[in-house]
């Protein structure tokens, strides 16, 4: 599903994390939970491989960086790589995120088939990237 980001201000955002946290929460304490309606990605500038995975990964979970979790530090470290070079450290940041995951509590990091899935995830997000004018 693709959103205009252009009708996304700060405030609707925040709102929608909050809910899209909510929803998670609830999944992960085994409740049944309707997913929110619209899901509005946050105004970033899409410049290399990180910033587009960061950007799917709030999309998709809602979650984004948080104080001393060192996504920030990844985020930058994958668009310094740029697109070669995150190809060729994919598994590196496939365990980053599974780290990730399970320190934030996220039963789905340990799933068969989890590794594929977050690998799909980079995938897309170096694709996007590579397709980018203002890709680094």
């Given at each position: 599903?693709r959103t205009?980001?252009s009708?996304?201000?700060?405030e609707?955002?925040a709102a929608?994390?909050?809910r899209?946290?909510?929803?998670?929460?609830?999944?992960?304490?085994?409740q049944k939970?309707?997913p929110p309606?619209s899901?509005?990605p946050?105004?970033?500038?899409l410049?290399?491989?990180?910033?587009h995975?960061?950007?799917?990964?709030?999309?998709?979970t809602g979650?984004?960086?948080?104080?001393?979790?060192g996504c920030?530090?990844?985020?930058n470290q994958m668009?310094r790589?740029?697109?070669?070079g995150c190809i060729?450290?994919?598994d590196r940041i496939?365990?980053?995120?599974?780290?990730?995951?399970?320190?934030?509590?996220?039963?789905s990091a340990?799933?068969l088939?989890?590794?594929t899935?977050?690998?799909l995830?980079?995938?897309?997000?170096?694709r996007?990237?590579k397709n980018t004018?203002?890709?680094?």
């Amino acid at each position: 599903m693709r959103t205009n980001l252009s009708n996304t201000t700060p405030e609707l955002f925040a709102a929608h994390v909050a809910r899209l946290t909510a929803y998670h929460k609830k999944l992960r304490d085994g409740q049944k939970a309707e997913p929110p309606k619209s899901v509005p990605p946050p105004e970033i500038k899409l410049i290399g491989p990180g910033d587009h995975l960061h950007a799917l990964i709030i999309q998709f979970t809602g979650e984004t960086t948080k104080l001393g979790c060192g996504c920030k530090d990844r985020i930058n470290q994958m668009n310094r790589w740029g697109v070669a070079g995150c190809i060729k450290n994919i598994d590196r940041i496939v365990n980053w995120m599974q780290e990730e995951a399970t320190k934030r509590g996220w039963k789905s990091a340990k799933w068969l088939g989890s590794k594929t899935a977050i690998k799909l995830l980079i995938r897309l997000a170096i694709r996007r990237a590579k397709n980018t004018k203002d890709s680094i």
